[in-house]
Nanobody, 124 residues
């Protein structure tokens, strides 16, 4: 599976962005999809994940209530809708796919495939 994230950019605090993660290859619906982010000088951190059929979600506390992950298996695409953005959300955002299933958080070692990141900058 090859993944390509897009949709990043510069947004003012309180604004919104939607990131997309397009997958090529077979069996997109067989993978849990997750989003991670990495701020300058920081380690990459888990943002959230969505189950294979799109019926289950889990989010990091830092984004809960503001970010929403969705997927369209017919289009082989996952999304990260980010609302009420804060300067501390500034980071490179990565989508990733995992063949594993956990009800909670994922770490980098759980992921089988990664997309190249897309930069999100929240600044006035």
């Amino acid at each position: 599976v090859q993944l390509q994230a897009s949709g990043g950019g510069l947004v003012q605090p309180g604004g919104s962005l939607r990131l997309s993660c397009a997958a090529s290859g077979r069996a997109f619906s067989s993978y849990t999809m997750a989003w991670f982010r990495q701020a300058p000088g920081e380690e990459r951190e888990f943002v959230g994940r969505i189950s294979r059929n799109g019926g289950s979600w889990y989010y990091a506390d830092s984004v809960k209530g503001r970010f929403t992950i969705s997927r369209d298996n017919a289009k082989n695409t996952a999304y990260l809708q980010m609302n009420s953005l804060k300067p501390e959300d500034t980071a490179v955002y990565y989508c990733a796919a995992s063949s594993k299933w956990y009800s909670g958080t994922y770490n980098e070692r759980d992921m089988d495939y990664w997309g190249k990141g897309t930069q999100v900058t929240v600044s006035s």
